[in-house]
């Protein structure tokens, strides 16, 4: 028996309840171990962790730097037919719906209320707010024949405009709104203008033709025209006349867009001076150039919107 071994069987650790166990996992006093792990182990592990997420972090700056370089912070990469928003440009309105009803085109308000059309006047505000205090942007006064000089941009002066103005609250409280139309900005973007009367579209309007015939004669078919009409013959009946301020299109000067500092988009001003009362009036503005494909559908060269008067 005396040089026989002794066997020796292991024993499980003793079982701990719920709260003890847990107690030991937080620290471990006979190892040493906090959340199961020694000093020497946490160290390691957050030195790995350390040196990984900086050559991480560094690889992508590196990546971002050199990305970077290829783009020019001043011009889009992909212009015109390259781009996904193409060379057509598109034509938008001003004011808006509400952002509650963001998909709605309907102008609809009582000119006896206040309340109820301030909020298409407070949109023209906002929108408009852009082309104040120009002289702060170096704006200069162009015209035809004398755009602006290199580092300029051309001024957007809507002191004349009429009844067109925030002092006149766009018409809105006569009964007689103005809708602000604005050709879509497209980089490097130039309109191939109507320079020969003889080859005007059979489609544009008989009065638009006869407004560019009288232009001719001060040489101002530099211009992307605009119209406007009644999409139906009740719409036009309804929509009653109306004055295109301060001209009836977009001077070629402002063209092309070039992301030049302090760029004011030029606008025209749709005065309705007496649309019927009560009726739902659909109206749809077109752009005019070679260039400018009218497409209703996909809202390409023209915009549609409906008018309401109570």
Do not use: C, S
């Given at each position: 028996m005396e040089g026989k071994k002794v066997e020796q069987f292991y024993s499980p650790p003793p079982k701990l309840g719920k709260w003890e166990g847990f107690r030991v996992f937080l620290w471990n006093s006979e190892t040493g171990q906090f959340l199961g792990r020694t000093g020497a182990s946490w160290a390691k592990i957050l030195l790995f962790y350390v040196i990984f997420y900086a050559v991480l972090s560094g690889f992508f700056g590196a990546m971002l730097a050199v990305f970077y370089q290829t783009l020019d912070p001043n011009a889009p990469k992909w212009q015109l037919d390259n781009s996904l928003i193409g060379s057509n440009p598109g034509l938008g309105f001003r004011p808006m719906p509400p952002e509650s009803n963001v998909e709605s085109t309907l102008i609809w308000y009582k000119a006896s209320d206040e309340g109820n059309y301030l909020h298409w006047t407070r949109e023209l505000d906002k929108f408009l707010e852009g082309k104040k205090d120009t002289h702060e942007r170096s704006a200069v006064n162009c015209d035809y024949g004398r755009p602006a000089p290199a580092g300029k941009v051309c001024d957007?002066?809507?002191?004349s405009w009429g009844q067109c103005t925030k002092l006149n609250k766009y018409g809105f409280s006569r009964s007689a709104p103005c809708i602000f139309l604005k050709l879509n900005k497209i980089f490097g973007w130039e309109p191939k203008f109507y320079n020969n009367t003889k080859d005007l579209p059979a489609l544009m309007p008989a009065d638009l033709k006869e407004h560019?015939?009288?232009?001719?004669?001060?040489?101002?078919?530099?211009?992307?025209?605009?119209s406007c009409a009644g999409e139906n013959p009740a719409d036009v009946e309804n929509m009653g006349a109306i004055q295109y301020i301060p001209r009836r299109g977009f001077p070629g000067y402002y063209f092309p867009f070039k992301n030049t500092q302090g760029y004011l988009s030029p606008l025209v001003a749709v005065?309705?001076?007496?649309?019927?009362?009560?009726?739902?009036?659909?109206?749809?503005c077109?752009?005019?150039?070679?260039?400018?494909?009218?497409?209703r559908f996909e809202r390409r060269g023209s915009v549609h919107f409906?008018?309401?008067?109570?």
């Open positions: 957007v002066d809507m002191t560019i015939r009288q232009e001719e004669k001060a040489n101002r078919l530099d211009t992307v025209w605009v005065f309705f001076e007496k649309p019927k009362y009560g009726v739902l009036i659909n109206i749809e077109k752009a005019w150039a070679h260039n400018i494909i009218h497409d409906e008018l309401m008067v109570d």
